[in-house]
């Protein structure tokens, strides 16, 4: 019983019909990724340690909290990369159906 079993996942490339079945693919991905980016840009939005304008939670761990989520290197800083990259990643996916779509044999 010494084998070992591997867990590697590996997936086979799409393959489309036509171009026109690929650009549809790539349009219908790239309205995920913009809905992706409303998600991701909402999340941070409203968390804070305020409540209708005043604190509502003070102190050490208040503020160590604070400046984890709000500092240089926070994580809302990080967050906030998100959305872009997902509209890039749409924007570059709709690029390219367009240009499947010019293909000769759309």
Do not use: C, H
């Amino acid at each position: 019983m010494g084998g070992s079993v591997s867990s590697e996942i590996v997936s086979e490339p799409i393959q489309y019909q036509s171009n026109r079945d690929e650009a549809a693919a790539k349009r219908s991905q790239a309205a995920k990724f913009d809905e992706w980016a409303e998600k991701a840009a909402g999340l941070v939005e409203g968390i804070s340690r305020q409540l209708d304008g005043q604190d509502v939670w003070s102190g050490p761990a208040a503020d160590a909290w604070e400046a984890e989520l709000n500092g240089p290197s926070g994580i809302t800083r990080e967050i906030r990369k998100y959305p872009e990259a997902y509209r890039t990643t749409a924007r570059n996916m709709r690029e390219t159906a367009r240009k499947l779509m010019e293909t000769p044999g759309a």
